[in-house]
């Protein structure tokens, strides 16, 4: 990456300075940060590195062949570190709320309306993790998450969050290009 350009949207159109934060700043500086990760250490933010990793077709002979294969086919998924929630300071948490965001880089490929939502790797669905998109272009859109020791909520604990999509429509495919799981002070 040769360098990053923002574009802040317009204040005037959230209905509030707090609505404006919480549904446009935080998850522009989330994902900034995200990308900074990845950057310097990728890797570190999600599962992409080795999803994106990819072999010829054919190794059988000593010719050239197209990259063309995926290396492992495993689902899009993210590994979130909730155990980091016992080494904010205190102090942060008695002043500010504790959320987890949900990003994702979605789209469809052939036209139609298409939902993604969050699961667990044990089956547990995410409550409040619904995204929907109706682009044939990659969007990134977000959402606050539960985070607690309950069921339908991110835990404070290391735990791998795997994303999942069905068409609304009778057509659409939906595709997620990138997820990640950040915590976020509002």
Do not use: W
């Amino acid at each position: 990456m040769a360098g990053v350009r923002l574009e802040l949207g317009n204040p005037a159109n959230y209905a509030s300075p707090a609505e404006y934060i919480e549904k446009h700043l935080a998850p522009l500086a989330t994902e900034l940060h995200r990308m900074l990760n990845e950057v310097l250490d990728p890797g570190s933010s999600s599962l992409e590195e080795c999803s994106m990793d990819m072999r010829p077709r054919s190794v059988e002979t000593r010719a050239f062949s197209t990259i063309d294969t995926l290396l492992k086919s495993h689902p899009k998924a993210v590994l979130f570190q909730g155990q980091d929630y016992f080494g904010l300071p205190m102090q942060t948490l008695r002043t500010k709320q504790l959320k987890v965001q949900f990003s994702a880089t979605v789209y469809t490929k052939s036209p139609g309306c298409v939902e993604f939502r969050l699961m667990s790797d044990t089956g547990d669905i995410i409550s409040g993790s619904r995204l929907e998109t109706s682009s044939l272009t990659p969007v990134t859109l977000c959402c606050l998450l539960p985070f607690q020791d309950a069921e339908g909520c991110i835990r404070p604990k290391s735990k791998l969050y795997v994303v999942q999509g069905r068409r609304l429509s009778d057509t659409g495919v939906p595709v997620c290009r990138r997820l990640s799981l950040s915590f976020v002070y509002i």
